[in-house]
């Protein structure tokens, strides 16, 4: 996270935000000979209604007390969203702090009591995507979903999982937007710190998007997948706040075709695990539908 390091979040925001918005987005000339993508820092002065010269400082961390009035203008000339309008009125509202101990990510004894109970796919994950535990409809819907595995890190690195999308475009990039929104001000978390540097590394995807500073919520919605076993599934999903941790739910429309699809699961599931009682190897996959 090395614009969070440098200290100047507030500057890095803003580059990663005009480098965003074309000329004809905002109003201008395209122009013949632009030499970086998106508006120009005077560009955005211009419209903005301030100073170049203090934009530019802005931007380069030397005025980190930009008044709400200045910060409004920012935000419509860089066509932010509600969202991303708070996370940058947050930034320059950012003050230093102590470091603060973490305290370790805990899914209570209920909860667990609750998946025992859930009939669709659901599970619990910590603040950076880590699964913490789950049902076995979850994982009957994905491998992916048992604890100890990482829903970013999937994602981005798992082929599996990306055949599992069906838009793994658009699931990357929300995905990350939210790891962004949900870090916040907590930059020197070690959690966050390891898995940011870990997808730094590995996945260009992660790091293309991580430079748009992207923010976004990640509540809930629907989505489709592909399942190898029963094929397509629409699925609505629902996120939970329990203490601190979050349950996600999966569930089809009433009657739907998805609906009917996942009762297949769940019967294929609990053969499975008959079987594996039985004596059959517990990795082997669920049988192919005809």
């Not at 090395?2 to 905002?26: C, F, H, I, M, T």
């Not at 595995?149 to 999308?165: T, V």
């Not at 203490?243 to 769940?266: H, M, N, Q």
Request: aromatic content about 4%; glycine content about 6%.
């Amino acid at each position: 996270m090395k614009d969070e390091e440098s200290g100047n979040r507030l500057g890095s925001y803003l580059r990663a935000r005009r480098e965003l918005v074309s000329p004809e987005q905002a109003g201008l000339p395209p122009g013949g000979n632009r030499r970086v993508p998106g508006l120009r820092r005077e560009e955005v002065a211009l419209l903005a209604g301030i100073s170049p010269d203090y934009y530019l400082r802005l931007e380069r961390g030397r005025d980190k007390n930009p008044s709400t009035q200045v910060l409004e203008s920012l935000a419509r000339v860089l066509r932010l969203d509600d969202i991303e309008r708070t996370y940058l009125l947050a930034l320059a509202a950012a003050r230093p702090r102590a470091p603060r101990r973490k305290r370790p990510e805990h899914v209570p004894a209920r909860v667990h009591e609750l998946l025992a109970q859930l009939q669709i796919p659901a599970f619990v994950e910590g603040c950076a995507f880590d699964v913490l535990a789950s049902n076995p409809m979850a994982v009957a819907l994905s491998p992916r979903l048992r604890p100890g595995h990482n829903r970013l890190r999937s994602l981005l690195l798992d082929p599996e999982e990306q055949a599992f999308q069906q838009d793994w475009t658009k699931a990357t990039a929300d995905i990350v937007a939210a790891l962004r929104t949900t870090i916040g001000d907590e930059t020197d978390n070690p959690r966050f710190v390891e898995l940011v540097g870990e997808l730094a590394l590995s996945s260009q995807r992660f790091r293309t998007l991580w430079a748009r500073h992207d923010v976004r919520s990640l509540d809930g919605g629907t989505t489709t997948v592909h399942h190898p076993v029963v094929g397509e599934l629409r699925l609505h999903r629902d996120k939970l706040p329990i203490d601190d941790v979050i349950l996600v739910v999966y569930y089809p429309d009433k009657d739907s075709d998805s609906d009917e699809k996942l009762r297949l699961l769940a019967s294929l599931s609990h053969t499975e695990s008959a079987g594996t009682a039985h004596g059959r190897p517990a990795d082997d996959p669920l049988p192919k539908t005809p």
